[in-house]
């Protein structure tokens, strides 16, 4: 069975900087793009940064030149680097990966436990 497990959330003071990770565990066949999305409160869940397997990047307006994605496909896991953290980006962080478990079958969207990350003096 397929699972994501997050780690990495925690408290920082503004300017500073979180690194989450987001491992894949179980059998796949293939693991597509990985990404996060974050969810603050009273606020709609937003993407905040996707990676694809073959390592193309996009990221939110709100947190470019800010966070960084990257990912080992051989250890199926990505890491999001938070630096220059600012108050609105207190959220739950969600990893999600998109998964092909046969080689026959289609993609499947899985989803971590989430994280929060709160900045505050």
């Known amino acids: 069975q397929v699972q994501l497990v997050e780690s990495g959330g925690g408290l920082v003071q503004p300017g500073g900087s979180l690194r989450l990770s987001c491992a894949v565990s179980?059998?796949?066949?293939?693991?597509?793009?990985m990404g996060w999305y974050r969810q603050g409160p009273g606020n709609e869940r937003e993407l905040v940064a996707s990676?694809?397997?073959?390592?193309?990047?996009k990221y939110a307006d709100a947190v470019e030149d800010r966070f960084t994605i990257s990912r080992h496909n051989g250890k199926k896991t990505a890491w999001l680097q938070m630096d220059s953290l600012k108050p609105e980006d207190t959220a739950v962080y969600y990893c999600?990966?998109?998964?092909?478990?046969?080689?026959?079958?289609?993609?499947?969207?899985?989803w971590g436990q989430g994280t929060q990350v709160t900045v505050s003096s």
């Open positions: 999600y990966a998109g998964v092909v478990e046969t080689w026959a079958g289609g993609e499947s969207k899985y």
């Open positions: 990676i694809t397997a073959g390592g193309g990047e």
């Open positions: 179980g059998g796949i066949f293939r693991l597509n793009t």
